[in-house]
């Protein structure tokens, strides 16, 4: 029984591969002699295989941003490495399956083909023209198609003796749950500068040095980085993109559904066995003696697993008409169901509205014109690269492109400007002055190129220039330090059990924090420093100007009844079996690579990536 589980678990994984190649946009099947894009042992990794398998990367990369992705930013995020990598593993696999011989039978095949649904006919059997068409528009051959089933079996064959029986230790996840689950109670007195009994003095000179000589690094200037760069943004060409009207009204017409929203109801649906079933519960809701939250409850179900959400007139079959005439709050039925004679409940209604080409226009136009100003300027890539190839320098670039020169004194804090790309931010700490521009993408498409022109050391600010920071630093200090004195006695008669009340503190309980939780107006460290504290502990939290005294009162273990914690100690366990069944794979697969080795064709994977550019 596992191992048809496997097996149909290869065979869905192969007819997604076979889906994606049928939309495909121009790389379903690559000719020429070259069959492969490398080795691992006598296993192949086959070159369209590598193809598909790149394009259905980046398309989850497109529907991940909900933007398109060129080739050259694909390969800035490593698709085209982790694709080759992946691949590698399956071939190492392929290798061992026949150095064992392992295999499936013929029987075996037809049973798995006949029940991919994409290959039947309209009267729900396989059909053999379906087959054909589909395997032909995929750029696969029959043999081809049902030698990847066959290798798939296989490997799910030895990755499941492998993977099967890996569980989590359970000392492994109670320490886990606990260091999550834990809880603390505490006692806290919270003192602000307004409590202090006698005012502050006003720092002297030496008082202003002697602070700021002791905390030089909270006045230090960072390491500066003189960057001059070329970029160009989709925003910064967007006006000179053309949009035609055709395009427009192609664009409104495929959104329709977006602009317009036909009317709604926020319905719940509970479905009973029979309709008398039905007609009872809904005459003892009409009687008032239950309620739809009993019935809910009877059948072991919460609200949310009746939910239907926001549903339009057709989602609903029959039953529609009669739903939408109730009102809100009325529950309709019994009616029938796919589900059998349910009760609908009403809880909103969402009216339809209708947002016109004329008023979608503008945003139709935005988008249509930054999809295109991004394929503008992903074009432009080899020119500028040949251009810096040639000698021309950043400057040049300026002019002879639409690029545009931009010059920062860059560190760590800022992030103003191209400093808000996560892709500059990443690459502004490395380069060198003898790094040679490059042009890299950035993740809305932009792209840059950028020269280190020179560094500045960290320097420590004189006190003239930064004297208000320093006076107001000394002065929350001083606060802190005044309050921590004026209760330090309070403090001691709680250390040793005096009550809040009796030291004369006004204070609040907090029951029940978690390291998950947060204790609103206290410091970030305040939950670790709880944390770290045992029953009966007093300690003193540095705020704002403001003194925390914090007594733990209680720990309390996770509550083993809690559902949620029980839920996150079988997703704990899962996640971390899921780890060290992924490890196993890959200590596998890296043994088989080494011991029967790895060729890789450099020229039949630039092949591959051009029909990309």
Known sequence: MKGNTVSKSAMWVLMALLILGLGGFGVTNLSGNVRSVGTVGDAEIDLNAYARALQAEIRALEADRGEPVSFAQAQADGVDARVLSRLVSEAALDHETSRLGLSIGDTNLRDQILDIPGFRG??????REAYTFALDQAGLSEAAFEADIRAETARTL????ILSGVSTPTAYTDAILTYVGEARDVTMATLARGDLTTGLPEPTDEDLRSYHQSHLPDFT???????????????MIIDEVEVDDAALREAYEARLDEFIQPERRLVERLAFPDRAAAEAAKAEID???????DFVEDRGLELSDVDMGDVALGDLDGAGSDVFAANVGDIAGPLDSPIGPALFRVNAVLQATETTYEDAEAELRDALAGDRARRVIDAQIDTVDDLLAGG?????????TDMELGQIDWHGGVVEGISAY????QAAPTITTSDYPEVATLEDG????????????????PLEDVRAAVRSAWLTQSATDALRSQIADQVTALQNGDSFEDTGLASESVIGLTRRGFQPGTPPEFIETVFKMAEGDVTLIDGNESLFIVRLDQITPPNDEDPELAQLRKGLADQAAGIIAQDFYQVLAADIRNRAGITLDQQALNAVHANFQ
């Not at 030895?158 to 003796?161: D, F, L, T």
């Not at 009687?287 to 939250?293: D, N, Q, V």
């Not at 021309?392 to 002879?400: G, Q, S, Y």
């Open 122 to 127: 309209i009267d729900g059997k396989f059909d």
């Open 158 to 161: 030895v990755q499941g003796a």
């Open 221 to 235: 200037k960072p390491e500066t980085r003189a960057i001059t760069y070329v970029w160009l943004t989709p925003e």
């Open 287 to 293: 009687a008032g003696t239950r309620s739809f939250e």
């Open 392 to 400: 021309a320098t950043l400057e040049d670039i300026a002019d002879e």
């Open 422 to 425: 996560t892709g500059f931010r």
């Open 446 to 461: 932009s792209i840059f190129a950028m020269r280190l022109d020179g560094i500045t050391e960290p320097e420590i600010q």
